[in-house]
């Protein structure tokens, strides 16, 4: 499953000018006759995406030397970014003018406004720093060059790929991303990785199988996809967990996690969730001498005379160039579902998708590959498949962390207005999605304490509760009445749900959605209750590829140096990804088109 808000890191950043003496920090030194600044440290705070970002700024009496990010609760990995480069071009330009980082606009702001705030208390005329010098921020041209492999998108599908290229004998491999930081819609999600027979399944006696897996991940699908595309994913789903724990380095959690559609709990899921996986996937392609360009954003392919994929076109600001792929390329820059007119072309299945529906996705996620490999024949598969993730907040359009016992095997249910439930709240996302429009009026998704307590969701997620609070789509209380009149839920209807949840649960039969996972009564409060609305999650849709990773055209042949993996192929996951089979499928694929791409087969 794809869910936001990973795991919070307070990271220590230190930027400072060469040359800048540590013992000018944390004092104030006397003032210097004509000094532009009272040489000193100074403290500012901003506000980011998650909260506050604390700075320490040092002066001396000419120049901005140091800053210095003492704390912040930004998001790791999507904020790492804004937190090096702002402080960096602060510095080097003297200036609060810098430009944000695209897609980071938020955690960007926070640190500038926190360096603005410690100039102010250190009585700088701030407003003689905030005039942009557009001199300042010309890029560096790019340059033509030669590969051996070239992968487009650093998310978690063309990370794969590459570090799998290298580990296949190419020696040159570079992957272009458009935007500054790695990650795509895989740093975004929770990175939760279903394979059968994984260790913790092994640990828990859980019986499992890849032909299970394989069978419910395509039913979940609606039969759809092609067969033995969810094949190849069930079946080698496990070697890529264990590649990425023992050889890439990523951590993971010693509980699974069960998304509705596996009949078994089966979802491996990382220490620190999507940030988790694409850290170590970044250190380890850099280890390996993969060059990794940031800010540089994939425009077409290059074909030769017959036609074979031998390079990509790409831009960098104002410059463009060919990078050559002497063995292949790859296409990794993910799905569509950050591209409204996209989503509005391809959709058949619900009532909208345009502008009202948020998105859980990168920006950056606008289908740019699968035009790129239209534009030269290739198939496209399931383009109307798009799915909605059921439950986001509606301040966001961004899942939930607080909605955590919808995948962790706890009890939850949704009500709507008038209190009653209307779906098993542990189904297929599709159905939960289509029950949730069905609804006069918002939904809402109910827990109690006792809940909470068993996944510690109050200390985990302190921030997220303070801040869904603060915007009135979370509340806690008491009794059912009270949460029911905080959102003017027919409160009578509430109180005879839940008894009746209650009696379907202690039973072990749901007589009125025929739930069977999650089977956990709720007797007593306090109660908590989250207001939530569907947003577009994943485009099942894209590039067709077969089992090799080979890019199809739409003659049925295999385009020759072409080879693509992730959310931009369209031929894995039918007409609903079921959840926490997307990392399975990026991470097979990816690594099957790396390693294709560099063997040339
Ligand atoms: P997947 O899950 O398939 O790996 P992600 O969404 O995680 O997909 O990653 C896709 C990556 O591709 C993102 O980092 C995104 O910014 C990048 N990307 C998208 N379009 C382009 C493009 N035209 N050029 C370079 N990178 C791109």
Redesign the pocket.
Known sequence: MKKFLALMLVVLMVVSLAGCAADAQNQTEAPVADAKYSAGTYTGVGKGNNGDITVEVTLTDSEISEIVIKEHKETAGLADAPLRDIPAAIIAGQTLAVDTVAGATFASNGVIAAVTAALESAGVDVSTLQIKDESASAQVAIEDAEYDVVV???????LSAAIKAVNSGAEKVVV????PF?????LLSYAELACANNWLQEEKGIEDSPEQFAKEMWEGGGMLARKEMVDMVANNALDAALWLRDYVGVEYQDYLVHEGGHSVARAVEPIELGAGMITPLVKKAEELGVEIKYN???EEFVQNAEGRVTGVLVSAGESTAVLTAKSGVVL???GFGANIEMREQYNKRWPTVGESVQTTN?P??VG??IIMAENIGAQLEGMEHIQLYPFNNPMTGVFYGIEAPSWSGEGLIYVNIDGNRFVNEMGMRDVRAEAILAQEGPVYAIYNQEVADRLNLEAKFADEYEKCLEGGVYYKADTLEEIAEYFDINADNLVQTMADYNKYMEAGVDEAFGRTTAMVPMQQGPWFILKGVVSVHHTMGGVMIDTEAHVIDTEGNVMPGLYAA???TGSVHGNNRVGTC?ISD?TVFGRIAGENAATGK
């Open positions: 487009i998108g650093a998310g978690g599908a063309g272009v991303e458009k935007m790695a990650g795509g819609n895989t540089t954003k994939a990794a820059s993910g990168s950056a996620i740019d590959g992730g959310e931009v997307a990026i």
